[in-house]
Nanobody
Framework: EVQLVESGGGLVQAGGSLRLSCTAS????????IGWFRQVPGMEREGVSC????????YYTDSVKGRFTISSDNANNTVHLQMNSLKPEDTAVYYC?????????????????????WGQGTQVTVSS
């Protein structure tokens, strides 16, 4: 059974940092891409970043470039999202998701419609 479990969310002041973790089980980590998404009430879920388990390539959406860093610990089937210089507009429920990695998957913004397996989400709240 495929499972993804997020952790690390919380409340932080603007300018602060959080590190989210996504621990996966039930599949061969190296064969998959892991994406991070976020969603606020009333809005569509949006792709934030992704990483390929096979070659380590990454993607960041423009709004988080230079502030967020995605990394993979394949030995422990865990992907981290280090979030620095947080802004109130980063407030959302953050989800990690997995899909079989295909060539070029990190060349574009991750779409929630492409990903097959999802975690339960973790709340990130940035106060001004």
């Amino acid at each position: 059974e495929v499972q993804l479990v997020e952790s690390g969310g919380g409340l932080v002041q603007a300018g602060g940092s959080l590190r989210l973790s996504c621990t996966a089980s039930g599949f061969t980590f190296d064969d998959y891409a892991i994406g991070w998404f976020r969603q606020v009430p009333g809005m569509e879920r949006e792709g934030v970043s992704c990483i390929s388990g096979s070659d380590g390539s990454t993607y960041y959406t423009d709004s988080v470039k230079g502030r967020f860093t995605i990394s993979s610990d394949n030995a422990n089937n865990t992907v981290h999202l280090q979030m620095n210089s947080l802004k109130p507009e980063d407030t959302a429920v953050y989800y990690c998701a997995a899909v079989l990695s295909v060539p070029g998957i990190t060349l574009r913004r991750p779409s929630p419609y492409e990903y097959d397996y999802w975690g339960q989400g973790t709340q990130v709240t940035v106060s001004s």
